[in-house]
């Protein structure tokens, strides 16, 4: 049985101050049903590393580099991610995509770089509300799906998260038939190209304005197998009852 996932992406947000959340996580979840992943900003992934090192948390990146080194100014590469202790990364989130242009194949050079580096890359896809709007929802994430993600990607290496963008931030949620549709596209699509056994094995995260008052419902969608959560995830009280409501629909 694969294990469920329920992610924060704490985006450009904390401080030293914010690894209270962290320890407070730790005490609370000492034996969970699921897997829990708390990504930080780069600045706190030694720390949050290190205080999670005897415990089921999991710390994780935003981004990575596609090269594992040389001149790039700013830049993090996926072994450097690895090296501080993260076992996981984002990539491809709508944020990037958009603010930095990243293109689908950039995004599939970096899930290749963080399974080099040994990392589970989170790959992350979703349609704008105008794609929405235009029927073009479907078509946008096969088109995602197939070149954000390298032939080498497996269930045990690589994460989906669908995140409509228009939910992301917004307070705004699909309606559940929205969602069921978009994730058993996604699991159809992976069982076409990498079959049906190999497909199922993959986790599936919705992503987008998911809180503890609406986190059972959206659990409880078929194909539906964790969440990757934003402004939720930065405080303890928010998160660990999501953490909870995905327990209980495991
Ligand atoms: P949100 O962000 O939960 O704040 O909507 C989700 C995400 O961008 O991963």
């Not at 992610?7 to 005490?27: D, H, P, R």
């Not at 993090?76 to 090296?83: E, N, Q, T, Y």
């Not at 073009?136 to 390298?150: G, K």
Request: glycine content about 8%; charged content about 15%; some cysteine.
């Amino acid at each position: 049985m694969k294990r469920k996932l329920v992610a924060g992406n704490w985006k450009m947000n904390g401080t030293n101050a914010s690894l209270t959340t962290l320890q407070t996580l730790i005490a609370t979840h000492r034996n969970p049903a699921v897997d829990i992943l708390i990504c930080p900003p780069a600045t706190l992934i030694v720390q949050a590393a290190g205080l999670s090192a005897d415990s089921p948390l999991q710390i994780g990146g935003q981004d990575c580099h596609s090269a594992a080194s040389g001149a790039h100014t700013g830049e993090i590469s996926a072994p450097m991610l690895a090296d501080a202790g993260a076992g996981a990364v984002i990539l491809g989130h709508s944020e990037r995509r958009e603010d930095h242009n990243e293109s689908n194949a950039l995004v599939a050079q970096k899930v290749s770089a963080a399974h080099a580096a040994d990392l589970t890359a989170i790959i992350c896809l979703g349609e704008s509300l105008a794609q929405r709007e235009a029927a073009q929802t479907l078509d946008v994430i096969a088109e995602q799906l197939r070149h954000s993600l390298p032939d080498t990607a497996t269930g045990a290496n690589t994460v989906i998260a669908y995140e409509p963008i228009w939910a992301i931030g917004t307070g705004l949620t699909p309606s559940t038939a929205q969602v069921q549709e978009v994730h058993d596209f996604i699991r159809a699509l992976l069982r076409d190209r990498f079959g049906p056994d190999a497909a199922q094995a993959f986790r599936l995260l919705y992503g987008g304005s998911v809180k503890p008052s609406n986190a059972a419902e959206i659990f409880a969608i078929p194909n539906v197998d964790g969440a990757l959560v934003g402004g939720a995830s930065l405080t303890a009280e928010d998160f660990s009852p999501i953490v909870t409501a995905l327990e209980n629909a495991s």
